[in-house]
């Protein structure tokens, strides 16, 4: 009897996580082969996310070449209609009787099986085979603990409820199984969210899938090419380099301190989208567009009122509306009291990113550890640099935003708060 795991799912793209389970289910169930089965558009998702059949397939042609046992399967995009998992295996059960088929799973698809289209059919024509998920794994020592420990009892109900009289009188009991899965935690819709990001995914996709999605652009978000072309135009490369250190860092910062990483990266996209005017350009700009300004920025009027310029244009030329994001990019330079989650971020990114020197802030790899956990302190920490310096040396020529936001900031040094 031939032996063939099937491994379904949109591979959205496909990445080396669906690699790993799928060699990890040919050799622990001793498979023939496995079958790549991609899934036709679902009518549930978003249709924007969702990469052509013909380029999901490439995808998988190209991730799974270096794996003779690997297989890729149209068997569902070729149908017309629904394509039900159940119909799929009794189709595949009716064409091949003589084949074993076993149906790959996530962990967290185990918990809403009951809900899937006809599951008693799925389970007389397939055994189900449960593959952790890694994040889920990282509780436990070993897989099989895992599934004994958080997955048995599913199963057992599963295996209770359809278990069924044949018609030639014998008992049908579901088959399920659960694999030790290796340590990857991977989901496509986080990679999808890198890729239109510029986060790099190496080590998290097969090099020749990063090669085709590269070549095809697939995943880009279109507003944040636009973002990143007239940057390129306006800024010097090293100015431009450190628009994208600052969002990529923006990006990061946002996902340790469960904030909208997307959101994130777009203020740091924009967060010195004026920089390249000079002193009188934005001056000029102000007056047009109506900024205020005191005699302290009036001197320094590029270094202090790019960003409340960059505020505006992010609003007036890229179209942002949220006010939590035009905040961070106009408060970015001195930063202000009390700062929300973004405005920390975006003020935190744009002296931490890796292109800064440690000459002038020779703290700054403590400065870049602690912004991992605590911002605050973080900011606490530059400030503390900056303002009492600049205050000894420049005395009156200080701006008074960057002085308040260090007098709120600073109790962070010494208290418990
Ligand atoms: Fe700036
Ligand atoms: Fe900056």
């Not at 593959?131 to 009892?153: G, I, N, V």
């Not at 496509?188 to 990001?197: A, H, I, K, T, V």
């Not at 990006?251 to 009188?280: N, R, S």
Request: with cysteine; net charge negative.
């Amino acid at each position: 009897m031939e032996r063939i795991g099937v491994m379904g799912g949109t591979f959205n793209p496909i990445h080396l996580s669906h690699i790993m389970v799928g060699s990890r289910a040919y050799d622990m169930l001793n498979l023939d082969k496995v079958l790549f089965m991609p899934s036709k558009q679902p009518t549930y998702k978003n249709m924007d996310c969702i990469a052509s059949e013909e380029d999901r397939c490439a995808m998988i042609e190209r991730a799974i070449k270096p794996y003779p046992f690997f297989e890729l399967s149209d068997y569902e995009l070729k149908r017309e209609g629904p394509t039900y998992s159940a119909d799929t295996f009794s189709m595949l059960k009716k064409e091949h009787p003589d084949t074993k088929y076993y149906f790959i799973i996530g962990g967290d698809s185990l918990d809403y099986f009951e809900d899937w289209h006809l599951p008693d059919v799925i389970l007389q024509n397939c055994t189900l085979v449960v593959a952790p998920r890694a994040t889920e794994l990282k509780e436990k020592k070993e897989a099989r603990e895992f599934a004994e420990c958080d997955y048995a009892a599913t199963a057992d109900r599963i295996r209770k409820k359809f278990t069924s009289k044949q018609v030639d009188g014998s008992l049908f009991v579901p088959e399920i199984v659960f694999m030790s899965s290796p340590l990857v935690s991977i989901s496509s819709s986080d990679l999808r969210e890198y890729l239109e990001c510029g986060i790099s995914v190496n080590g998290l996709v097969p090099k020749e899938v990063i090669d085709y999605i590269d070549e095809k652009g697939l995943y880009q978000n279109q507003a944040f090419t636009k973002i990143k072309a007239d940057m390129k135009a306006l800024m010097k490369p090293k100015r431009y380099r450190h628009i994208l250190n600052v969002a990529e860092m923006c990006y990061k910062l946002a996902k340790l301190h469960g904030y909208d990483a997307v959101k994130a990266y777009t203020a740091g996209l924009l967060h010195d989208c004026a920089k390249h005017l000079d002193d009188q350009q934005i001056l000029a700009e102000c007056d047009k567009l109506g900024i205020q300004y005191d005699e302290v920025e009036k001197r320094q009027a590029s270094n202090l009122l790019h960003s409340k310029v960059g505020a505006v244009w992010a609003g007036d030329k890229y179209g942002v509306a949220d006010e939590d994001i035009i905040s961070a990019i106009s408060y970015h330079t001195t930063g202000k009291p009390d700062m929300s989650t973004l405005e920390k971020i975006v003020y935190m990114s744009d002296v931490i990113e890796p292109g800064r020197d440690m000459v002038y802030t020779p703290s700054l790899d403590v400065i870049r550890s602690i912004a991992t956990y605590d911002l605050d302190l973080a900011c606490a920490h530059v400030l503390n640099n900056v303002v009492p310096y600049l205050l000894r040396t420049y005395k009156d020529n200080v701006c008074m935003m960057s002085v308040e936001t260090y007098e709120y900031y600073k109790k962070y040094l010494t208290e418990d708060v």
